[in-house]
């Protein structure tokens, strides 16, 4: 057997009045997703445990099954992983967003979407005139980026950005947890504000206006921790996985597998947004399984459009995911000789009414050749409720997928 695990970041939503009181799973086409659920067996499950920001680094790692309790460090040293930074005992590592302000408003986390080469230019220049031995940006993906402080404390209590579009910014800085970590909240607060006044008046900015998009006002750090202590998922499920692989387009999944233990698989055209490579992502897949046990298949797109509002478009993006992502490899495993489990899921809700990530339990499906189906019909939050995996949380989920206690299956 081997296991592929497909998920769609923050697919999962609230009852829309404008589609007739439907989640987005309920209304939009999605005949592949339906089927699985309808071939397979569903639940769901509770991705955030209590005390824990509903974010994706905690959502996809309860995914796989980690006790946040005794790993969680939060994005940072996930994203460092990522990039290459070898933390010290003695460093955190913070994500460091480029965020768009007007006035006194965060009008959004991503400085309207800048492009990793964009994003570049402005990290450099930031390291250039605001690092020193004790500070360090590094150049991550798109607008999400590197803050390394040496003999920082991670005790601090952060908002992350995309929680608060068209909230007064302000209101939601940073500040220090314990007396500990005082010099370090105050250290941060001054690059923020620093940093606010270097990136007005550079010339890609301008450049920006120039073409009518948002310019970066600003850094934004949040989620740092101290490098995290993950058992691989080989030594886990050693006796079923020899060799696994993430694809995602996002640097703090490519964290996630680092520390399990996953290779990393690039995809040509993964975006991270509704543009994505959908068909390429599906395809990678397929041919990382020819020789690797274990596949983890991540998709951004839902998960943005849900931080834009946009409703129309987080359709489009659960039904191409739907028709380029689910239907080629649901159609592939059913003809090849070797079986193939396959787990769906979001990793949580991205409502388009509230444009952040919220912690309610999200529905999944899990077929694989021989699954006894059960009475589920379609996969949406409402169906899944009535799966025959129940609610499930903590590790249940990984250890049912991978039939490691079959009593979780009968």
Known sequence: MKYLIILGDGMADWAVPALDNKTLLQYAHTPHMDRLAR???????????????????????????????????????????????????????????????????????????????????????????????????????????????????????????????????????????????????????????????????????????????????????????????????????????????????????????HYAGLRTIDVLGATGLWDTNYAGKAHAALEALRTDDFVYLHVEAADEAGHDGDLALKIQCIENIDKYILAPIMQAAEMSAEPLSIAFLPDHPTPIDLRTHTAEPVPFAIWYPGITPDAVETFDEDAARQGSYGLLEGDQFIHAFMQEHPSTTQ
């Open 39 to 257: 071939m397979g067996r569903a639940g769901m499950l509770r991705t955030v445990a209590d005390g824990f920001h509903p974010g994706s680094e905690v959502a996809n790692m309860s995914v796989l099954g980690y006790d946040l309790h005794e790993v969680y460090e939060g994005r940072g040293v996930l994203e460092a992983a990522n990039i290459g930074v070898d933390l010290t005992s003695d460093e955190i590592a913070a994500r460091c967003n480029l965020v768009c302000i007007e006035g006194d408003i965060l009008k959004n986390h991503s400085s309207g979407h800048i492009t990793t080469e964009e994003a570049d230019v402005l990290i450099q220049y930031l390291q250039e005139h605001l690092g020193d031995e004790h500070v360090r940006f590094h150049t991550g993906v798109q607008y999400r980026h590197l803050l390394v402080i040496k003999g920082g404390n991670k005790h601090l209590h952060c908002t992350p950005p995309h929680d608060i579009p068209g909230k007064p910014w302000r209101e939601y800085m940073l500040r220090a947890e314990t007396p500990e970590a005082e010099e370090t909240a105050q250290l941060l607060t001054e690059l923020i504000y620093k940093s606010q006044v270097l990136l007005k008046y550079h010339p890609l900015n301008a450049q920006r206006a120039e073409q009518g998009m948002d310019p970066v006002s600003s850094i934004w750090p949040w989620g740092g921790g101290y490098r995290p202590q993950m058992a691989p998922l080989t030594h886990t499920f050693a006796s079923q996985i020899q060799r696994g692989s993430v694809i995602t387009a996002v640097d703090l999944i490519r964290g996630i597998g």
